[in-house]
């Protein structure tokens, strides 16, 4: 059974567990692996520290020390998550205790975004076109494999969504009447909105078509076979599927969202109040709760002074299929 659907072991944080989870649902900032990480905090109170009355810092100490076998990664992901729920339990005068402190990482690599080139671009979504589905991937698989793929990488391209994001829309979060997707489901806590550009538009629109053929009805945008949304590992294993036939340098389905920011940022041509404008728009699109974190990719701009000159023009066209036929080769 998995740990969020196990009852809560009685422990001195229980009661603010239980309310924890309720804000969470509440405030439509749940998220499953979060709680679980408190329910494991929860657990480790009830078997160490039975007897304990209140929640101290020593237990908080205690929990959040490094195993040997552990690395500092890993630890820090279990901090992160008891800081996040003592933040709610101080706040609301449960408990006063200090936040604990994460560990310092070392030997770590910093990663840069793949700057994709025109070329490669053009090479990936021809690829992605023509994907053949495995051997042993038949039927309903192979006929969602063959329509989802080349369209769902194009989304992220065009749109600079989050993986997560495309991957767990509803069919009620597009509205192809107007050209806006609604994304409810999304890192930040606010849900916001994405313009479509009007080629990905009449392509969704096709899309769309195609897909109530194969799953009249379907509830999920991008489905699987049983109408589900796909896990991440999916979006990693489609995109290298496609990404091995042109190039051996190392991208991620991830990296479209850094061109995507920096491909905007780059045909920006003014400044002052209207570059203000600018940025606060693909602060939003892009769903940043700070603008701050749209900045970042500033930091990235040299690396793609010699990409498409806007995302909108002639360049980003070529990218798209011929929409009259996109589709005449699943017949």
Not at 232 to 245: D, L, N, P, Q, R
């Amino acid at each position: 059974m998995p740990v969020s659907e196990q009852p809560y072991s009685y422990s001195a944080i229980s009661h603010i567990v239980k309310k924890y989870e309720l804000y969470k649902r509440a405030s439509g900032k749940f998220s499953r692996r979060t709680m679980d990480k408190i329910r494991r905090f929860n657990d480790f109170c009830a078997q160490n520290y039975p007897s304990a009355e209140v929640l101290t810092e020593e237990i908080v100490l205690d929990y959040c020390k490094k195993k040997k076998t552990e690395s500092a990664k890993s630890c820090n992901n279990r901090i992160v998550g008891v800081r996040g729920f003592l933040k709610y339990a101080n706040s609301r005068g449960f408990v006063n205790i200090p936040l604990p402190s994460t560990i310092p990482r070392v030997n770590v690599t910093s990663f840069e975004p793949h700057p994709f080139t025109p070329e490669e671009l053009a090479r990936f979504f021809n690829e992605a076109d023509n994907l053949e589905p495995p051997i042993n991937c038949r039927d309903m698989r192979a006929a969602l494999m063959k329509v989802e793929v080349p369209v769902f990488f194009r989304l992220l391209y065009s749109t600079g969504m989050r993986t997560t994001e495309a991957r767990l829309l509803r069919v009620e979060d597009v509205d192809l009447q107007s050209g806006v997707i609604n994304i409810r489901y999304t890192k930040s806590i606010d849900e916001h909105r994405v313009a479509l550009h009007e080629s990905m538009w009449s392509l969704l629109q096709m899309y769309n078509v195609k897909m109530e053929n194969l799953m009249p009805g379907r509830k999920t945008f991008f489905p699987n076979e049983y109408d589900k949304p796909y896990s991440g590992e999916w979006v990693t294993a489609s995109f290298k599927k496609v990404w091995k036939k042109v190039s051996t340098a190392h991208a991620r389905a991830y990296d479209f969202r850094s061109h995507y920011a920096v491909v905007n940022i780059n045909g920006w041509d003014h400044c002052g109040i209207e570059w203000m404008d600018k940025l606060l728009y693909l602060s939003r699109s892009m769903g940043h709760r700070y603008i701050q974190n749209t900045l970042y990719y500033y930091r990235l701009v040299p690396l793609f002074a010699h990409q498409l000159e806007n995302l909108t023009g002639c360049g980003y066209e070529e990218l798209l299929p011929d929409l009259n036929d996109y589709f005449e080769y699943e017949d």
